[in-house]
């Protein structure tokens, strides 16, 4: 499954494993439905409750707290500072006002029992990041948010098949969030899950889940496929004819917006991934492995007791020597990047002591380990950061 790159494209920090051709079989010859790529998901993880698809993540994540928040009259939210703003966002389009923790260090350790200590009666939930594919072991934390009845969801937009301490990640909390955006481990161009595991939390299917036809979710692949050939060869700025090429094929922006839900197409592309992740997983965790060995403790932090299921990695080092291990990979036609996330979701983090998550923030560069790199491309990759340092 791994595509060799056209002249003038770059390898980018994330790939999805479809490609066009395969999206227009699915759609010609498979009949499945949202139901099946449910059970499929479900099978695969080994994961009970119930799961809502949903048009994103972000949303899977506001349906639960809006939920939560009509039959409690707690009115806050704790989440990790540094952080997707959707997450903030999703918060509070929810009604909710955000409370934020820091990290442990600036290379991804939390330190669950003080985040717990934090916790008061005023929450109502506490969204657990599982970044980069990476879990985090919160148990510490539990008992804390158990007695206070804060409800614990856990953000596996990153980290599906990951696991702790055996189990899947997203099956600890009262309930997950999934995201299927075209830059997340299963790539569906768009959508999402929510898993509840708490049988108390009670939301109905058919006031969240939409599904959009197949001929819309094919002209959604088929926007997304032009969209990332065009950004991926733009970057390369000395052929200048394939970026021309692949800016023709984006359909016109005034063209109108698409509905992003679980529909057949999705869930054929969806079963499609599910039978393949393992080896994808697994070239993945690979090329993880190898550039780590060449990052001496730069890299994100791992858990004695998780298992990875990599998306990719996340470097902190200084700022000097991240310019160069930019500059080394661009001459190789790979991208790394500072992509999540250069501001923490803190209007004034420094203030409010975020200072951690403030340096894996500002020092943090994202490295592509997906399944369409080369070996040749791993050992150029480990050989930019070959003399990296820390930024503290």
Known sequence: ?????????????????????????LYRDSRVSPDDFRDAFHQRFERRGQLILTGSARLALRFLLGSAAAKSAKRRVLISSFNCRHVRDAAVKAGLAVDTFDLANPTGQFDWDQV????????????????????????????????????????????????????????LGDAAVFSFNYDKPISLAGGGSLLINNPAIEIGRSAVEASPSRRQEL????????????????????NPWARIGARLQIPP????????GIGPLRAAAGIWQLERYEEIRNRRNQNARIINESLRGLGWYIGENVEPAYLKLRVT????????????????????????????????????????AYKAATCGLDVP??????????????????????PY
């Open 116 to 171: 717990g200590r934090s916790l008061t009666d005023e929450h109502l939930a506490i969204v657990v990041p599982h970044f980069y594919g990476i879990p985090t072991d919160f148990s510490a934390m539990t008992p804390t948010a158990r007695r206070k009845g804060v409800l614990i969801v856990e953000d596996c937009a990153h980290a599906i098949g990951a696991s702790i301490a055996g189990s899947p990640a997203g099956q």
């Open 1 to 25: 499954m791994q595509r060799p790159r056209t002249s003038g494209q770059m390898a980018d920090l994330v790939e999805e494993f479809w490609d066009l051709e395969l999206i227009e079989t």
């Open 317 to 356: 080092v200084s700022q000097s020597d991240a310019a160069v291990a930019i500059e080394q990979c661009r001459r190789h036609g790979i991208i790394i990047a500072n992509s999540n996330w250069a501001k923490l979701v803190d209007a004034n983090p420094l203030d409010r002591g975020r200072t951690n």
């Open 219 to 238: 002209l959604q692949f088929r926007r997304m496929a032009s969209t990332l050939l065009y950004a991926r060869t733009q970057r390369e700025r000395r």
């Open 369 to 390: 380990i997906h399944q369409n790199l080369s070996s040749k491309d791993t050992e150029n990759i480990a050989s930019a950061f070959a003399s990296a340092t820390a």
């Open 253 to 260: 922006y005034a063209s109108p917006k698409l509905p992003i």
